[in-house]
């Protein structure tokens, strides 16, 4: 889509995992697997060029240049871009996050 490099921390890929088991722990086998899915596309997207994504809300993360994008209302995925690449740092629920 964009041409840029993805780099996930393993810290994120463990968080997905640890949110995708959780759902699979109720039962929901087909429902983890897709969720799953879903956040590495939404992750995939985040390489496109033309999108321009706004910093972080929250102070600390915004003086360090990371920058926010919410996914389904409840997880949010802090990340860093440079023109060449995106760097996922953090996969959280978005009520941790504090600003």
Do not use: N
């Not at 393993?10 to 968080?15: F, N, Q, T």
């Not at 088991?21 to 983890?32: C, M, Q, R």
């Not at 409840?74 to 760097?87: G, R």
């Amino acid at each position: 889509m964009g041409g840029r490099k993805i780099t996930i921390r393993e810290s994120v890929a463990d968080s997905i995992a640890e949110a995708a088991w959780f759902i699979e722990s109720k039962g929901l086998v087909a429902t983890a697997e897709k969720f799953s899915d879903s956040v590495y596309d939404f992750i995939e997207q985040l390489t496109d060029l033309r999108l321009i994504h706004a910093p972080c809300r929250d102070p600390e993360r915004s003086m360090m240049g990371l920058k926010c994008k919410a996914f389904k209302k409840k997880y949010t995925v802090v990340f860093f871009e440079t023109e060449k690449e995106v760097i996922v740092c953090e996969f959280t629920v978005s009520k941790l996050i504090k600003w």
